[in-house]
């Protein structure tokens, strides 16, 4: 009992003390959202919701593992309405933990694909990242490139760069790799890379480009996003993107790996009609663009375009594993790389 009194007085007190959210209207609807994304990508979105609407949004940011286990040990008495993720691994965790209320929505069905949403409605894509080749502009040309498998290659070996094993990215990309190739073919795949990697993994995707660039490796694998933040400041960076998996039969010509930024609603939302109100709006025309130019992601909407910068790169065959199987071979895609020493 102590404990869960004190968990209570922690949220309020982290809440009433977040220097992050707009000033609460006493008499107005409010909404209070629990984050993983970092303050700069959420706030302005928020900001215009509430021009919009009316609705004060209050919010806390952190990892989403806390989050999470936040969240769990609230239980009931938690103050979220709402849980905005990244990657499909920890949205299917949030599910699979009882956290999230599965809602109907003809608007949410409308303006989200399938694959990018949860079969039971507990969570649905906001934005979309690519998980795609980057490669030296002057050193790699581009139909020396094909998919994923190919990284495996002897012709790459000493020439990879890779981001950790430990971050979701990477664990949902294997996971992919288990539902297009089976779970040895997969293996094969991912010992390749070990064994072609040219220094140690990364700890995140702009160490993996900046190695390219300084020709400390040739290719490497990123969210797109990360490129395009860094051509935004350096256009000349000799980096280039490669579309993964566009051509050949079945799992070869698959499409490139897609993950999401998501949102649920929280069984413990005591607002669930405005909680739905912002989900169906993030899937919208006003915060879509915003999630497509504050970040360099991908719309979910198809009604909406990427940015310029983005748009460049041309379009792209995305691969169409539902997402929720990133989430459920999570596991399964840890031990795998454990087993071939990919750390």
Same mark, same amino acid.
């Given at each position: 009992?102590?404990?869960?009194?004190?968990?209570?007085?922690?949220?309020?007190?982290?809440?009433?003390?977040?220097?992050?959210?707009?000033?609460?209207?006493?008499?107005?609807?409010?909404?209070?959202?629990?984050?993983?994304?970092?303050?700069?990508?959420?706030?302005?979105?928020?900001?215009?919701?509430?021009?919009?609407?009316?609705?004060?949004?209050?919010?806390?940011?952190?990892?989403?593992?806390?989050?999470?286990?936040?969240?769990?040990?609230?239980?009931?008495?938690?103050?979220?309405d709402m849980l905005i993720t990244v990657d499909a691994g920890n949205l299917w965790h949030a599910a699979d933990m009882g956290i999230l209320a599965p809602v109907k929505s003809e608007v949410l069905n409308t303006n989200i694909p399938p694959a990018l949403r949860d079969e039971q409605g507990r969570w649905y894509g906001v934005s979309i990242r690519a998980r795609t080749i980057v490669y030296a502009t002057d050193r790699v040309k581009p139909e020396e490139l094909a998919g994923y498998e190919d990284l495996a290659g002897p012709q790459?070996?000493?020439?990879?760069?890779?981001?950790?094993?430990?971050?979701?990215?990477?664990? +949902?990309?294997? *996971?992919?790799?288990?539902?297009?190739?089976? =779970?040895?073919? @997969?293996?094969?795949?991912?010992? $390749?890379? !070990? #064994?072609?990697?040219?220094? +140690?993994?990364? *700890?995140?995707?702009?160490?993996?480009?900046? =190695?390219?660039? @300084?020709?400390?490796?040739?290719? $490497?694998? !990123? #969210?797109?996003?990360?490129?395009?933040?860094?051509?935004?400041?350096?256009?000349?960076?000799?980096?280039?993107?490669?579309?993964?998996?566009?051509? $050949?039969?079945?799992?070869?010509?698959?499409?490139?790996?897609?993950?999401?930024?998501?949102?649920?609603?929280?069984?413990?939302?005591?607002?669930?009609?405005?909680?739905?109100?912002?989900?169906?709006?993030?899937?919208?025309?006003?915060?879509?663009?915003?999630?497509?130019?504050?970040?360099?992601?991908?719309?979910?909407?198809?009604?909406?375009?990427?940015?310029?910068?983005?748009?460049?790169?041309?379009?792209?065959?995305?691969?169409?594993?539902?997402?929720?199987?990133?989430?459920?071979?999570?596991?399964?895609?840890?031990?795998?790389?454990?087993?071939?020493?990919?750390?």
């Amino acid at each position: 009992m102590m404990r869960k009194i004190a968990l209570i007085i922690a949220a309020t007190i982290v809440l009433g003390a977040c220097g992050k959210s707009e000033p609460s209207q006493p008499d107005g609807p409010e909404l209070v959202i629990y984050s993983s994304r970092i303050e700069q990508l959420i706030k302005p979105i928020f900001d215009d919701f509430t021009k919009e609407t009316g609705i004060t949004i209050r919010y806390v940011t952190d990892e989403a593992g806390p989050l999470l286990a936040r969240l769990k040990a609230e239980g009931e008495n938690s103050p979220a309405d709402m849980l905005i993720t990244v990657d499909a691994g920890n949205l299917w965790h949030a599910a699979d933990m009882g956290i999230l209320a599965p809602v109907k929505s003809e608007v949410l069905n409308t303006n989200i694909p399938p694959a990018l949403r949860d079969e039971q409605g507990r969570w649905y894509g906001v934005s979309i990242r690519a998980r795609t080749i980057v490669y030296a502009t002057d050193r790699v040309k581009p139909e020396e490139l094909a998919g994923y498998e190919d990284l495996a290659g002897p012709q790459w070996n000493g020439r990879l760069c890779l981001r950790t094993s430990k971050k979701v990215y990477n664990q +949902s990309l294997v *996971a992919s790799l288990i539902v297009a190739l089976g =779970a040895e073919k @997969a293996e094969e795949v991912v010992s $390749g890379w !070990v #064994n072609n990697l040219a220094v +140690s993994p990364f *700890a995140n995707d702009v160490k993996v480009v900046e =190695a390219i660039d @300084a020709g400390q490796c040739d290719v $490497g694998l !990123v #969210n797109t996003y990360y490129l395009a933040r860094m051509l935004e400041e350096n256009p000349d960076l000799p980096v280039g993107l490669f579309w993964a998996n566009q051509t $050949g039969e079945g799992a070869a010509g698959r499409g490139v790996h897609v993950n999401i930024s998501g949102a649920g609603i929280t069984k413990a939302s005591k607002h669930k009609e405005n909680a739905m109100r912002l989900l169906e709006w993030l899937s919208g025309p006003t915060a879509q663009y915003d999630f497509a130019h504050l970040n360099q992601e991908y719309p979910v909407n198809d009604k909406t375009a990427p940015s310029e910068l983005i748009e460049q790169w041309g379009r792209f065959r995305a691969d169409t594993m539902p997402l929720s199987e990133a989430g459920r071979l999570q596991g399964d895609a840890i031990r795998l790389m454990d087993r071939v020493g990919y750390r």
